[in-house]
Antibody
Framework: QVQLVESGGGQVMPGGSLRLSCVVS????????MSWIRQAPGKGLEWVSL????????NYADSVKGRFTISRDNAKNSMYLQMNSLRAEDTAVYYC?????????????WGQGTLVTVSS | QSILTQPPSVSGAPGQRVTISCTGS?????????VHWYQQLPGTAPKLLIY???NRPSGVPDRFSASKSVTSASLAISGLQAEDEADYYC????????????FGGGTKLTVL
């Protein structure tokens, strides 16, 4: 069955870095765009980044542009989010999701999330 | 402040019908981009509920339906059940933002 499993979350100090991973199974990873979405404690969903199948045009929310880098390794069925210069407001559960559609994308399947806490 | 506006909360008694609105603008819903809906049960990851304005993925009960108008969309839940108590989010695409995937602020549904 389709599975997306995030890892790499944890506590980090402001200004620090963290790398999240999303390993998938149960579908042909290289055929799908993928995305990261986050949810701060008690808050709503916020889209973070999206990557196409060939890693040609990654997209980022303005709130993370220049600090976060999305990437993928189709041979390893994995997607990553390198997070640098972390701020307290980056504290959230980070979900990876399989993207569907064209233009107005939707998130067809989600992982269980990994918690990132930015605090001194 | 979210690009897509949802009511913070709605409520209904078991068996009743409730609707959740999602209001956008000419740069997202009004630009003919599709609207999608997600359900997030307490303590769990979001789950796709409706895609492409009106389509239900397999396994989603037909008690859930949705529609789209000029610059807004609406999710309807009929025959409310206790297990429908959750947060609901709309999502679309906005052509004025970098990246452009946008979510509504979410609506907490309480089953009385």
């Amino acid at each position: 069955q389709v599975q997306l499993v995030e890892s790499g979350g944890g506590q980090v100090m402001p200004g620090g870095s963290l790398r999240l991973s999303c390993v998938v199974s149960g579908f042909t990873f290289r055929d799908y765009y993928m995305s990261w979405i986050r949810q701060a404690p008690g808050k709503g969903l916020e889209w973070v980044s999206l990557i196409d199948t060939g890693s040609r045009w990654p997209n980022y929310a303005d709130s993370v542009k220049g600090r976060f880098t999305i990437s993928r390794d189709n041979a390893k069925n994995s997607m990553y989010l390198q997070m640098n210069s972390l701020r307290a407001e980056d504290t959230a559960v980070y979900y990876c999701a399989r993207v569907h559609g064209s233009g107005s994308y939707w998130m067809g399947r989600w992982g269980q999330g990994t918690l990132v806490t930015v605090s001194s | 402040q979210s690009i897509l506006t949802q009511p913070p909360s709605v409520s209904g008694a078991p068996g009743q019908r409730v609707t959740i609105s999602c209001t956008g603008s000419s740069s997202n819903i009004g630009a003919n981009y599709d609207v999608h809906w997600y359900q997030q049960l307490p303590g769990t990851a979001p789950k796709l509920l409706i895609y492409g304005n009106t389509n239900r993925p397999s396994g989603v009960p037909d008690r859930f339906s949705a529609s789209k108008s000029v610059t807004s969309a609406s999710l309807a839940i009929s025959g409310l059940q206790a297990e429908d108590e959750a947060d609901y989010y709309c999502q679309s695409y906005d052509n004025t933002l970098s990246g452009s995937v946008v979510f509504g602020g979410g609506t907490k549904l309480t089953v009385l």
